[in-house]
């Protein structure tokens, strides 16, 4: 397609279990990352890559949080032993250059039970 | 510390323009104001950014006052798809241009 995708789009979980969430950016973008929005909230920055390394993970709340982007394209935000705080909506966004303007995903909206 | 502060909310009857306003009154020389928008279940979507000067594109228009301390969004003819939150948001560009979002405003337009 020719916008950011992600996958899955609902994912309900349980509380202690891991999950796995997937981020196709557009094609060539060398920028990727990820944000995490919560009920009535904006979206809080996580994650940044720029291509296949973590330029920036100073958003990431702790180490149950980790991010991978082996190729440089596809992305993946882990998350192990989920926690009920942790449901919130998950958003991807891609970019071709260095400045602010963003391509977004429609996001994964997480829930633990 | 929020960069920016905007009103929680707003209206404005469909077809009229809709100013949405601003304020980042400790901006620096070098930074940008982008505006964002999100559609209820969508993700943001760019609307247009600047320095200095004014500046338009198909979306809207954007009024930078002299001294850059606050910003207007100008939404010539809304129409009910233009329903959405409104982030204004300021940020160096360079190598990691993450987005730091506010509240925004919700701009709710009516029929």
Known sequence: GAGVSQTPSNKVTEKGKYVELRCDPISGHTALYWYRQSLGQGPEFLIYFQGTGAADDSGLPNDRFFAVRPEGSVSTLKIQRTERGDSAVYLCASSSTPLGFQFFGPGTRLTVL | ?111
């Open chain 2, 1 to 111: 510390d929020a960069k920016t502060t905007q009103p929680p909310s707003m209206d404005c009857a469909e077809g009229r323009a809709a100013n949405l306003p601003c304020n980042h009154s400790t901006i620096s020389g070098n930074e940008y104001v982008y505006w964002y928008r999100q559609i209820h279940s969508q993700g943001p979507q760019y609307i247009i950014h600047g320095l200095k000067n004014n500046e338009t594109n198909e979306m809207a228009s954007l009024i930078i006052t002299e001294d850059r301390k606050s910003s207007t969004l100008i939404l010539p003819h809304a129409t009910l798809r233009d329903t959405a939150v409104y982030y204004c948001i300021v940020l160096i560009t360079g190598a990691n241009s993450k987005l730091t979002f506010g509240k925004g405003i919700t701009l709710s337009v009516r029929p």
